[in-house]
């Protein structure tokens, strides 16, 4: 695996981005329609000095949020990742996903697949879809580009290589996003119980598909990180293409091996190592689908 590098598209990308957001306010991408309700600044964790207990905090910062996640790293370096999202990105991310029922009720049988995937879906049966996590991932990377660019500095501090730094970037996920299951609908909108990435972020939470998501697309911001996403029964994990150490979980695709990564947390668990639950989903035989993050 090479040195792990920025892809200067995305920075290109990003910046746009951000000149195009200096106006616009924070919006209604933070609140949830149903049950929940966030606090600009929150700190998970505990209170008591412990420094190995994963923490966050979330603050309103002119036109956008300033972020921190507090973790340990699989090297016991206890790190924090600071970094700000601007609110065009989340409010972008948060209505180019999901569909509404209206939207439905004017849908033609001809055009359904096309209409579901510019909605960030993919359509299994005609009457069944499914939130398309390589999708999500592909059109959200360049807005995580800030927190990639906070990873490559805490790479340069630590001295990490590609795989600590992989690792790094797994336990904050793991442990400072906080586990919950999004809803299948939000008002009367639909997201398939999936957050976009920089939704999940500027909330604090997610699941594991939202998780894998956004490993996916901080990850996709480096070159020579190859990724996919592993769908299993219920459950959907991360892998990361390399050559697995003795013991790792992996899978194969195209001839290539690919080392799994279980998002979801909230266990601490590096690079490699999965659930005995997870093992057992990987050796069925239908309901597994290995997915690119990349465009082939």
Not at 63 to 83: T, V
Not at 158 to 166: A, L, R
Not at 176 to 202: C, N, T
Request: glycine residues 12%; aromatic residues 10%; negative net charge.
């Amino acid at each position: 695996m090479k040195t792990i590098e920025m892809r200067a598209a995305g920075l290109a990308l990003i910046s746009i981005a951000l000149a195009a957001g200096l106006s616009n306010p924070l919006g209604h991408w933070l609140y949830p329609a149903q049950g929940w309700e966030l606090t600009y600044e929150q700190r998970g964790g505990s209170d008591d000095g412990d420094s190995e207990s994963p923490s966050q905090r979330i603050q309103k910062n002119g036109n956008g949020l300033d972020l921190e996640y507090g973790f340990l790293s699989f090297e016991r370096d206890r790190l924090l990742a600071k970094f700000h999202l601007n609110a065009k990105d989340i409010q972008d991310s948060y209505e180019e996903f999901g569909y509404l029922d209206n939207d439905l009720d004017r849908l033609g049988g001809d055009n359904q697949a096309e209409f579901f995937m510019s909605k960030g879906f993919k359509l299994l049966r005609s009457d069944t879809v499914s939130a398309d996590i390589p999708a999500l991932v592909q059109r959200n990377y360049p807005r995580l580009l800030p927190l990639a660019l906070e990873f490559e500095r805490i790479r340069k501090e630590h001295e990490y290589g590609p795989w600590d730094t992989i690792g790094a970037v797994t336990a904050m996920v793991q442990t400072s996003v906080v586990y919950q299951v999004p809803p299948r609908q939000e008002g009367d909108k639909h997201i398939g119980g999936v957050l976009p990435p920089p939704v999940a972020l500027a909330r604090g939470w997610g699941d594991c598909d939202t998780k894998s998501a956004i490993l996916g697309a901080i990850m996709s911001n480096w070159d020579g990180v190859y990724a996919v996403g592993v769908g299993l029964p219920g459950h959907y994990l991360i892998g990361i293409q390399g050559v697995p150490s003795r013991g790792d979980a992996y899978v194969e695709r195209k001839g290539s091996t690919y080392v799994l990564i279980e998002a979801a947390g909230p266990a601490w668990s590096p690079p490699g190592n999965v659930s005995e639950q997870t093992l057992a989903k990987l050796s069925l035989t239908q309901g597994v689908s290995i997915e690119p993050f990349w465009q082939e």
